[in-house]
């Protein structure tokens, strides 16, 4: 459990307190490291809570909360609102300890002994993150109309277990549901958003475990191998997160905006070829170019069981593969997809030959087989990518291609002579996202 492992890495450990309550860098602990990691950690003691209120907050019964101040973990000030938003943190991070088997009274006398501090968590960063509402899931299903099974969906997709219809909404959660509540009253069906809701939360998970895993390798294993405990390190690491955790936001949004732009265009070009053909006015093009998609099959699976130096390792083989492959065929590969490649060739039949040979080499450059989906036809180019209907075919027809399979549309065999290549005709298939039936045919070596 992840607070175990968290919890034993300060056991024997010494932690040097400053004048303010954080970790004096100016030690020979800290000699050789940046500046900006020897000053003491910024402070934002605020919020002003009452016993009551700080307990409905983090989660925690008001005894429980007495409990931690008899033990010094949280400290209470004089007046009415004597608790800080970071007391709240101190005390769910603590009350998560305890559940995951760390004995509370062994918190606390490392507390008190100075071996362990949790003054980080007053940090201006950590307001990033919400707590613990009044109103119960049951509650906040009959005031917005949304069933319990979609409310419970959002928390899964924030990373947290299933709660109960009597558990308490996360503050976060507020900020998603104007957007649900709006679209299923536009018409979305509740099922597809709660679809759409965990595959948000899937691909944010995987960006918030990378994002998670530098920190780990550019930030606390140098403060380490520079001589800091681990509670001087995450002291230390707190400092760099302060000037790092304003800037997070922006950056990933940037990056959003980007990838939603090149999606609503598609749509977009996707919308306007398919208006012009109804209408008879999609002019056909006598040497149409060529998309190809290429994907290492069970990619997955195989990071999952090898680890990332090796799915890194993959992805650069692959790529020294691609390269001298497509540009000798006069192919250009546009975009790379972690387990695959998107290519652009000008001349269908180079987009043939290109995916047989990769089909052959990248079984002896110990790489999982690959599946490619082809196929030609105009082709919109903006800011150095390609959008339209061609660019979705293709990448369902790799989608559709088994292991070891080279498929191509019927518009990629009407112009490929090449003697060296043969086709089997494999029927009219439904492809997920193509209007259409799309007619496939299996590209080979001729014998």
């Keep these: 459990m992840a607070s175990g492992r968290f919890a034993h890495r300060f056991q024997g450990r010494s932690a040097v307190r400053g004048s303010n309550g954080g970790v004096d860098l100016n030690t020979g602990l800290g000699q050789g490291l940046p500046e900006s990691l020897r000053q003491p950690l910024p402070w934002q003691v605020v919020g002003g809570f009452t016993r009551e209120e700080l307990a409905q907050r983090a989660g925690v019964s008001v005894d429980y909360l007495d409990r931690l101040v008899e033990l010094r973990i949280v400290s209470s000030d004089e007046g009415d609102s004597p608790f800080s938003d970071g007391d709240v943190r101190r005390a769910r991070f603590v009350h998560g300890l305890e559940q995951g088997g760390v004995p509370l009274e062994a918190v606390g006398s490392a507390v008190r002994s100075g071996d362990l501090s949790f003054a980080f968590f007053d940090a201006s960063y950590w307001d990033r993150f919400g707590g613990l509402a009044a109103k119960t899931y049951r509650e906040l299903s009959a005031e917005t109309g949304l069933s319990l099974d979609l409310l419970q969906v959002i928390r899964e997709s924030m990373g947290f277990a299933r709660p109960g219809p009597d558990d308490r909404v996360r503050e976060d959660e507020f900020a998603v549901l104007p957007l649900v509540r709006t679209l299923i009253a536009a018409g979305a069906d509740p099922l597809a958003m709660e679809r ?148 652009y060739f000008r001349e269908p039949a180079a987009a043939v030959l290109f995916a047989l040979e990769m089909r052959e080499d990248i079984p002896p450059a110990n790489l999982p087989p690959a599946h490619v989906g082809i196929d030609a036809g105009p082709l919109i180019f903006q800011d150095g990518d390609y959008f339209g209907r061609t660019v979705n075919t293709a990448a369902r027809i790799a989608a559709y291609a088994n292991a070891g399979q080279v498929l191509v549309s019927g518009d990629v065999l009407e112009v490929t002579t090449d003697p060296g290549v043969e086709f089997v005709d494999i029927g009219s298939v439904e492809l997920k996202g193509v209007s259409r039936p799309v007619r496939l045919h299996e590209a080979r070596r001729t014998s």
């Design 196 to 343: 759409h809701v965990r595959v948000w939360g899937e691909s944010v998970r995987r960006i918030a475990e990378a994002d998670g895993n530098f920190y780990l390798t550019q930030i606390e294993v140098p403060l380490l191998r520079a001589g800091l405990s681990w509670s001087e390190m995450l002291q230390a690491g707190s400092e760099a997160t302060v000037m790092i955790a304003p800037l997070l936001d922006p950056a990933l949004l940037s990056v959003y905006h980007a990838q939603s732009e090149h999606t609503w265009m598609a749509n977009v070009v996707e919308a306007v070829e398919a208006t012009l053909e109804k209408a008879g006015l999609h002019r056909s093009i006598s040497h149409p170019p060529a998309m190809c998609f290429l994907d290492l099959s069970g990619y997955t699976r195989l990071t999952e069981e090898r680890g990332d130096e090796a799915a890194a390792e993959m992805s650069a083989t692959l790529g020294r593969l691609v390269q001298r492959s497509s540009h000798g065929r006069g192919g250009r590969p546009v975009k790379w997809l972690g387990d695959g490649v998107m290519v």
